[in-house]
């Protein structure tokens, strides 16, 4: 999807700071941090938000979760902690019509929703 900002990002149309990144997931910084580390993972081919999540895709599931653990090691946050959060919908607060997930983390996040 050319108009889609994630597409463009993994096609490098659009720079960011890249700090993991395999044949099928990128993960990169957010620009908009809620927390010390904030990192968006993203799967390479577009797909819309979880619910066009089939019997056909399913396993990018397991890659991102996999991309989860080697950015939290990566960034330091592993041992402490993290949150790995998925939007789905508009009400949601899903703004970008490409699945994605955030990892936050880097200070003690609590009960506290982000």
Request: charged share 20%; glycine share 8%; with cysteine.
């Amino acid at each position: 999807m050319s108009d889609c900002v994630f597409c463009k990002i993994i096609n490098r149309e659009i720079p960011s700071q890249i700090v993991y990144e395999d044949e099928k997931v990128i993960a990169f910084k957010d620009i908009n941090p809620v927390a010390p580390v904030h990192v968006l993972l993203v799967p390479k081919n577009h797909i819309t938000s979880v619910k066009e999540v089939n019997t056909d895709n399913v396993s990018i599931i397991g890659d991102i979760h996999l991309a989860a653990n080697e950015v939290a090691k990566k960034m330091g946050i592993y041992d402490r902690g993290f949150r790995l959060i998925n939007n789905c919908g508009a009400d949601a607060g899903q703004t970008v019509q490409h699945l994605h997930y955030h990892l936050i983390g880097g200070v003690n996040l609590g009960t506290k929703i982000v």
